[in-house]
């Protein structure tokens, strides 16, 4: 079962980790330690915005975990409270306390985000949108969810790629665990690597007017804004349709559960899905490069135990671009990620700049556990470190 969705961009907030059970023993609050490595000057601006468990009610923690209610919202949007914890200095730290939230940490650089309500609750940044209050400022956010199993929390760039940072959780034995650091010299070397990449890849990277780089944005959003043709992968999804009209894919989509298999054999436009029996228990249209780098729309995966999983092992082979060399999905294996000339690009230079190699450059990038997030079931305390831009 995938621990994150795909990050919200507009309204309501990803959910990470399963749901609790009842009598469990974790406290109220966690303490956050929030440090600013970033070698930065501006002043950092801190959220803490998601769900409280207990109740469902959307709202925001301020620094001693407090949680207080959005107000009702309104059409056209109006501005959300200002929910903004000034943050440390360069090199400083600071701790918050973290609350039974299901939500995001947002952080910026320099100016406060722009926060609206509308009737149906937050309104989120939407950094593909050109028009968006906040497309020219340097910001990025986690996700996590805090409740009675414990903490996970991770480091995603499902929706951009943008100001560097990594996670991280205190065991009860005072031992750490972390992920999201990038290699020395990796955020430089995406960039880079990014802009040398053919195709209109180099076109989702945002740049202010003052010279400053933003972010890089999510391929699904490239597509959608225009940046890059939303053409980009159909090579690749014609050579998969061509090589599956003879062969068949097998999908065990649980590792725990090796003997439940589905089998899928493309039909004209449609890979039909059998189970052991030879039953069809799902059926996919061809993909789009957009239904690709979202998993959604063709590659919808709802929650359930058939057409979910296996959605999610095709999204993450279509990402990777393990489908014409291993006939046996899902791949769990990166020697063999992202080899072909058409693949995302996206994913695979943030995946190659990280130092445990592990990211969420797509929404089921946790597929053969590659994603960054870390968890513990008794969680000490969390950590968010902004890291320097080199």
Known sequence: MSLISAAVIGTGLATIGPIAPAGAAIPATIPLTFTNNSGRGEQIYIYNLGTQLSTGRQGWADANGTF???PGGANPPAPAPDAAITGPANGKSMTLQMPKFSGRVYFSYGQKLVFK???????QPAVQNPSDPNHNILFNWSEYTLNDSGLWINSTQVDMFSAPYAVGVKLPNGSTKS???LKPGGYNGFYSAL????????????????????RALAPGHGIESGALPATVMNDYINRVWSKYASSTLTVTPFADQPNTKYFGKVSG??????NSSGAVVTTFQKPDADSIFG???LLDAPNDLVRGPISRTLCAA????????????PDTSSASFYQDAVTNHFARKIHAQMVDGKAYAFAFDDVGNHESLVNDSNPQQAYITLDPFN
């Open 68 to 70: 207080h209610a959005w």
């Open 117 to 123: 309500l509308a009737l149906g609750g937050l309104v």
């Open 179 to 181: 992920t999201g650091h």
């Open 195 to 214: 802009r040398g990449q053919p195709g209109g890849w180099a076109n989702l990277i945002q740049t202010r007017s003052d010279g400053t780089v933003l």
């Open 269 to 274: 436009n449609v890979m039909n899905f059998t």
């Open 295 to 297: 998993c959604y729309k």
């Open 318 to 329: 279509y990402n990777r671009s393990t489908l014409l060399v291993n006939a046996n999905q």
